[in-house]
Antibody, heavy 122, light 110 residues
Framework: QVQLVESGGGMVQPGGSLRLSCAAS????????MHWVRQAPGKGLEWVAF????????YYADSVKGRFTISRDNSKNTLYLQMNSLRAEDTAVYYC???????????????WGQGTLVTVSS | QTVVTQEPSFSVSPGGTVTLTCGLS?????????PSWNQQTPGQAPRTLIY???TRSSGVPDRFSGSILGNKAALTITGAQADDESDYYC??????????FGGGTKLTVL
């Protein structure tokens, strides 16, 4: 069965950096695009970023563009989110999620991880 | 800036049928937006119910169905059960690799 396990969350000061990881299993990781989605405390879901199955293209929400970088290591079945210049408004649970479309393109999300909490505070 | 719109709240009686919608502040939703529906209960990760308008995710009962109704995407729940009480989020593909979530609908079963 599909499993997505996030790690790397924690507390960081404003302006700091953090790298999240997502270990994937139960499917051919290298064949599917992957997303990061976040949820601030008490708020709704916000799509953050998407990476194509082969890592050749990446896409970002305006709120994180230029500060966050999504990447993947298909040899390790792992997705990453490098977060720089963190702000208080980046405080959220970060979820990694699998796209249902194999190979090129995107069709959304069919599986979610359990999430990891990032807190940006001094 | 286009916004994805959802009803803030909805209620349904046990055993009843409810249709939640997902629209755009400007324009119409079509299947080209690949609308997806996600269910979330407090303290839990989201769970995908429907993607690409009407494809049920693995293990999702056929009480849940997706469609396009007029100029909006729709999620219909038939035979509502107590554990359907959740927040429901739609997400739309805006093109160029970008997705956008709606603000969510809080569904009450009573």
């Amino acid at each position: 069965q599909v499993q997505l396990v996030e790690s790397g969350g924690g507390m960081v000061q404003p302006g700091g950096s953090l790298r999240l990881s997502c270990a994937a299993s139960g499917f051919t990781f290298s064949s599917y695009g992957m997303h990061w989605v976040r949820q601030a405390p008490g708020k709704g879901l916000e799509w953050v970023a998407f990476i194509k199955y082969d890592g050749s293209k990446t896409y970002y929400a305006d709120s994180v563009k230029g500060r966050f970088t999504i990447s993947r290591d298909n040899s390790k079945n792992t997705l990453y989110l490098q977060m720089n210049s963190l702000r208080a408004e980046d405080t959220a649970v970060y979820y990694c999620a699998k796209d249902p479309l194999a190979a090129a393109g995107t069709r959304g999300i069919d599986y979610w991880g359990q999430g990891t909490l990032v807190t940006v505070s001094s | 800036q286009t916004v994805v719109t959802q009803e803030p709240s909805f209620s349904v009686s046990p055993g009843g049928t409810v249709t939640l919608t997902c629209g755009l502040s400007s324009g119409s939703v079509s299947s080209s937006y690949y609308p997806s529906w996600n269910q979330q209960t407090p303290g839990q990760a989201p769970r995908t119910l429907i993607y690409s308008t009407n494809t049920r995710s693995s293990g999702v009962p056929d009480r849940f169905s997706g469609s396009i109704l007029g100029n909006k995407a729709a999620l219909t729940i038939t035979g509502a059960q107590a554990d359907d009480e959740s927040d429901y989020y739609c997400v739309l593909y805006m093109g160029s690799g970008i997705w956008m979530f709606g603000g969510g609908t809080k569904l009450t079963v009573l």
